[in-house]
C-alpha cells in the first residue's frame, strides 16, 4: 500500500540552507488571482460532476460569471493603488471569452500560468497523452495571447493524475503550486527536468475564508496580516514565502474590498519585502537553492 505521494524529501523547517531573498528581503510575497470560466453544461467527467445542482445550474454560473464582469475590475484597481501585480492562476479558455481581462493584466505586467483549460473540465481519468496535450494547450494559449512563456501549473480545481507533476515538469515549467505542505519553496522529484513547489496557502485562499470558514471581511483581513507578521519575524533566519489566492467573483463583492484593500497595503507599506511573482519567485529558488535543498533532505521511505 502506498502511503506518501513521493514528490517530495523530508526537510525539517530548522534544518535547511538559509534562503536569502533579492533586496535582503524576508519575505516573498505573491498574489494569485484565479481567472477562470465556469462552463454552463460541460462534458462530464465519472469522477466529479461539475455543478452541485441540476444542469442548467444558473445559480453556480452566474455567481461565478460575477467575477469576470464586475470583480475583477475591482480586485484590479485595488492591487494597482497598492502596487502589487498578480500572478494569474489561468483557465486559459479566458483568452477567447473575455480578452479584455487579459489585456489588463498583460499591460500590467502581471504573470500568467495555468489553471487548466475551464473549471469545469477535470484531469481526473485523463490518459498521459489527454493530460500532455492539455498542457500543451496551455502553453500555446498563453504565448499566443499574452507573448508569454508559461512556467507555473495549478491542476483545473485541484484534480490530478499520477502523471501530473512528472508532465509539466518534462513540458519545461518550472514550478508548481498544487503542494500546500510547506512556507518556503522546495525541490518536487519528478521523472526528468527541474520542477519547485511554490507555497500557495489554502488558509489565505478567499475560497476557503469565505466559502468555508465563513469569516468576515474584517477577519479575512486581520487573518491575512497575522499571516503576514509571523513570515516576516521568521524571514529574518530564512526567507520565507507568503502568497494570497483570490477569485474575484468572492473578494470584488463591494463590501469585502475595503478590508482587503487594507491588509494588502499594510503588507505593501513594509521593507524587506520583495513584491514578486510566482515564476520569480521559483526561478530564484530553482537558480540558487534546489540542488541544496535536494542534498540536504532526507528521503521518505514507503513502509
Given at each position: 500500500m502506498k502511503r506518501d505521494p513521493g514528490y517530495y524529501d523530508y526537510?525539517?523547517?530548522?534544518?535547511r540552507p538559509r534562503i536569502e531573498w533579492p533586496g535582503g528581503a524576508r519575505v516573498a510575497f505573491?498574489?494569485?488571482?484565479?481567472?477562470?470560466?465556469?462552463?454552463?453544461d460541460p462534458p462530464p467527467n465519472p469522477t466529479r460532476a461539475s455543478w452541485p445542482r441540476p444542469v442548467p445550474d444558473v445559480l453556480g454560473y452566474s455567481y461565478r460569471d460575477y467575477g469576470n464582469r464586475v470583480g475583477f475590475w475591482r480586485m484590479l484597481e485595488a492591487m494597482d493603488r497598492c502596487g502589487v501585480r498578480g500572478s494569474?492562476?489561468?483557465?486559459?479558455?479566458?483568452?477567447?471569452h473575455h480578452p479584455e481581462v487579459i489585456a489588463a493584466c498583460a499591460e500590467r505586467g502581471w504573470e500568467f500560468y495555468s489553471h487548466g483549460t475551464y473549471n469545469t473540465r477535470y484531469t481526473f481519468n485523463m490518459s498521459e497523452a489527454q493530460e500532455r496535450a492539455l498542457i500543451q494547450d496551455s502553453i500555446d494559449t498563453i504565448r499566443a495571447h499574452t507573448g508569454q512563456r508559461l512556467d507555473g501549473w495549478l491542476a483545473p480545481a485541484l484534480s490530478?493524475?499520477?502523471?501530473?507533476?512528472?508532465?509539466?515538469?518534462?513540458?519545461?515549467?518550472?514550478?508548481v503550486c498544487d503542494l500546500f505542505h510547506d512556507d518556503q519553496p522546495?525541490?518536487?522529484k519528478v521523472r526528468k527536468g527541474r520542477?519547485?513547489?511554490i507555497p500557495y496557502s489554502l488558509e489565505m485562499n478567499d475560497a476557503i475564508a469565505f466559502s468555508v470558514s465563513w469569516v468576515t471581511p474584517r477577519h479575512y483581513a486581520e487573518i491575512i496580516r497575522r499571516q503576514f507578521d509571523r513570515l516576516y519575524a521568521e524571514g529574518a533566519g530564512s526567507g520565507t514565502v507568503m502568497c494570497i489566492p483570490l477569485?474575484?467573483?468572492l473578494i470584488g463583492q463591494p463590501y469585502r474590498m475595503k478590508a482587503f484593500e487594507e491588509a494588502l497595503a499594510y503588507i505593501a507599506g513594509h521593507d524587506k519585502v520583495w513584491l514578486a511573482t510566482g515564476r520569480e519567485i521559483a526561478q530564484h529558488f530553482n537558480d540558487h537553492y534546489h540542488d541544496a535543498f535536494v542534498a540536504?533532505?532526507?528521503p521518505i521511505h514507503d513502509l
Open positions: 526537510l525539517p523547517y530548522s534544518r505573491w498574489v494569485a488571482p484565479n481567472i477562470e470560466f465556469y462552463e454552463l494569474v492562476s489561468l483557465n486559459v479558455a479566458v483568452c477567447e490530478y493524475t499520477e502523471n501530473t507533476l512528472h508532465l509539466v515538469a518534462e513540458m519545461g515549467l518550472t514550478y522546495g525541490p518536487v520542477l519547485a513547489s477569485h474575484p467573483y540536504a533532505s532526507e
